[in-house]
């Protein structure tokens, strides 16, 4: 039989995950704006390196390497971006867990009745 979820329990994942998933945005926000300075770097070697008659072969390849890391910069934005609204959405429905159950949880917080077995409330 799974573990049952309940409201506290659902409400302190929540708030956990948002934490976490922030936490983890404001990584990969920072990580982007690394690999974006790279990226200008590596072009601006790029550009010195065949003004001093360098290879094209090796320019291309140096050009190419700037590319492919502005790439990976706006990818590792778009993540950040993806991973920002899951954080809005676990914030968003643990309000609305809140919304919808607290005064239930409230309710049999008050009750002097205990509760019964869990198993009692499930339907086959």
């Given at each position: 039989?799974?573990?049952?979820?309940?409201?506290?329990?659902?409400?302190?994942?929540?708030?956990?995950?948002?934490?976490?998933?922030?936490?983890?945005?404001?990584?990969?926000?920072?990580?982007?704006?690394?690999?974006?300075?790279?990226?200008?770097?590596?072009?601006?070697?790029?550009?010195?390196?065949?003004?001093?008659?360098?290879?094209?072969?090796?320019?291309?390849?140096?050009?190419?390497?700037?590319?492919?890391?502005?790439?990976?910069?706006v990818?590792?934005?778009?993540?950040?971006?993806?991973?920002?609204?899951?954080?809005?959405?676990?914030?968003?429905?643990?309000?609305?867990?809140?919304?919808?159950?607290?005064?239930?949880?409230e309710?049999v917080?008050?009750?002097?009745?205990?509760?019964?077995?869990?198993?009692?409330?499930?339907?086959?």
């Amino acid at each position: 039989m799974a573990k049952s979820l309940t409201y506290r329990a659902l409400r302190r994942e929540l708030r956990a995950l948002a934490k976490e998933v922030r936490q983890g945005t404001e990584e990969h926000k920072k990580l982007a704006r690394e690999i974006e300075a790279e990226a200008r770097d590596t072009g601006r070697i790029a550009e010195q390196i065949a003004s001093l008659k360098v290879d094209t072969a090796t320019v291309s390849e140096t050009r190419e390497v700037s590319r492919i890391m502005r790439g990976l910069s706006v990818t590792a934005l778009a993540y950040a971006t993806a991973a920002d609204a899951a954080s809005h959405a676990a914030v968003a429905a643990d309000n609305e867990a809140a919304r919808l159950h607290n005064g239930i949880q409230e309710a049999v917080d008050r009750s002097p009745v205990p509760m019964a077995n869990s198993s009692w409330y499930t339907q086959e």
